[in-house]
């Protein structure tokens, strides 16, 4: 069964870093993109950043860009979250989610069928 | 960025009612929307993408319709493991993908 664990999150100062880890198991995971998505205390769900399956292009939500790196090591079913210069919003459950493609005739587009646990990240002084 | 917002925020509902949540696009996103399902401190988990497909393993009483800016999900026969909150999400015009705010249905 697909199983994805996250691990990492902890409590940091503002402006401290964290890096979170994704490991996944039970598919090929190096043929599938990947994504992170988080979720303040009691709110909804926003998409965070994403990665292609060989890496190769990288995307992010503008309030995270030039402060989150997202990476992956396919060698080791990993996938990974560089969080750098964190704010008090950036306080969340942090999940990782495999992204799945459907295609009708005229072109595709992705959904996330299988989530984490996920891994709460706590800004706070 | 698409927006996409849900209603109602919030439903009561009874075990054996029909439930249907609304979610609309800011612009048309085709049939490129995937509906989640979330219980308290647990992951979301996938029940329909491209708008109308059930994933595997997800019983038949839910179903999802609409494509454009206007879609729906309903779920007939409310089952007691079904209160949760759910959520519609975007996949036509990204980065990024968008979610709905929720919707809640509880008894």
């Known amino acids: 069964e697909v199983q994805l664990v996250e691990s990492g999150g902890g409590l940091v100062q503002p402006g401290g870093s964290l890096r979170l880890s994704c490991a996944a198991s039970?598919?090929?995971?190096?043929?599938?993109?990947m994504t992170w998505v988080r979720q303040a205390p009691g709110k909804g769900l926003e998409w965070v950043a994403n990665i292609k399956h060989d890496g190769s292009e990288k995307y992010y939500v503008d309030s995270v860009k030039g402060r989150f790196t997202i990476s992956r090591d396919n060698a080791k079913n990993s996938l990974y979250l560089q969080m750098n210069n964190l704010r008090i919003e950036d306080t969340a459950v942090y999940y990782c989610a495999r992204e799945r493609e459907y295609c009708s005739s005229i072109s595709c587009s992705p959904f996330f069928d299988y989530w984490g646990q996920g891994t709460l990240v706590t800004v706070s002084s | 960025d698409v927006q996409m917002t849900q209603s109602p925020s919030s439903v009561s509902a009874s075990v054996g009612d029909r439930v249907t949540i609304t979610c609309r696009a800011s612009?048309?996103?085709?049939?490129?929307l995937a509906w989640y399902q979330q219980k308290p401190g647990k992951a979301p988990k996938l029940l329909i993408f491209?708008?109308?497909y059930l994933q595997s393993g997800v019983p038949s009483r839910f179903s999802g319709s609409g494509s454009g800016t206007d879609f729906t999900l309903t779920i007939s026969n409310l089952q007691p493991e079904d209160f949760a909150t759910y959520y519609c999400q975007q996949a036509n015009s990204f980065p990024p993908f968008t979610f709905g705010p929720g919707t809640k249905v509880d008894i």
């Open positions: 612009q048309g996103i085709v049939n490129w």
């Open positions: 491209a708008a109308s």
């Open positions: 039970a598919f090929t995971f190096s043929s599938f993109s």
